[in-house]
């Protein structure tokens, strides 16, 4: 699969099928998140993955979408490391949640290409995660990520494109319209 067709294919799971993901195809997917661009090369990304059923147990209870972080076979949680972050961007503010995501965006992209399916979740409860993971200070949390092959009706609905605004209503040239 090449990459525009993963970008056009990719949907939000819904639905995990019981599956196992094998543990080559995980490494497979993080390796695309390790060798994503970050400012000056600082890759602030460290990922935790999740296998263990207790310790999904424990983090489901840390987000409103609990029922797919335990229903998946592993959970990626996505973690900034607060020593590699400069604030840089306008010199008002950090572009390591930029860093961050460009890493997640690749590893999403890398998981549809192979077969996978992922949801990008930021909601959830910074001290339960930070409990269950035993994170120390100075690392932040951004994402919870479940992993696995999708129940049949994943993403069967309407196409990517239905949902996304049109190009005239984010793309201008010479100046900002809006
Ligand atoms: C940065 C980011 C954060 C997101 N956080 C959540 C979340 O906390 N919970 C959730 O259910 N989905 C989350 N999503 C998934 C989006 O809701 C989903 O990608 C978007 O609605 C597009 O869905 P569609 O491809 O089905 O149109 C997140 C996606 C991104 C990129």
């Excluded at 992993?147 to 040239?173: F, L, M, T, W």
Aim: hydrophobic share 45%; charged share 25%.
């Amino acid at each position: 699969m090449d990459v525009l067709e993963a970008i056009r294919t990719l949907r939000p799971c819904a639905d995990f099928a019981s599956r196992p993901l094998a543990p080559e195809t995980l490494k497979k997917v993080l390796g695309a998140a390790r060798l994503a661009p970050s400012q000056r090369n600082l890759q602030p990304w460290r990922f935790v993955v999740v296998r263990d059923d207790e310790k999904k147990r424990l983090l489901a209870q840390a987000s409103p979408k609990g029922r797919l972080v335990a229903s998946a076979p592993a959970v990626i949680v996505a973690f900034a490391v607060e020593e590699d972050i400069p604030v840089t961007i306008g010199g008002y503010i950090s572009a390591y949640p930029l860093d961050v995501a460009v890493s997640i965006g690749h590893l999403e992209l890398a998981a549809t290409a192979e077969g996978l399916a992922t949801n990008w979740i930021v909601e959830f409860n910074d001290e339960k995660v930070r409990a269950v993971l035993n994170v120390p200070e100075g690392i932040h949390p951004l994402a919870l990520i479940p992993i696995g092959y999708p129940a049949d009706a994943n993403g069967k609905g309407k196409p990517v494109e239905d949902g996304r605004k049109s190009p005239d209503e984010i793309i201008a040239y010479d100046e900002y319209p809006w």
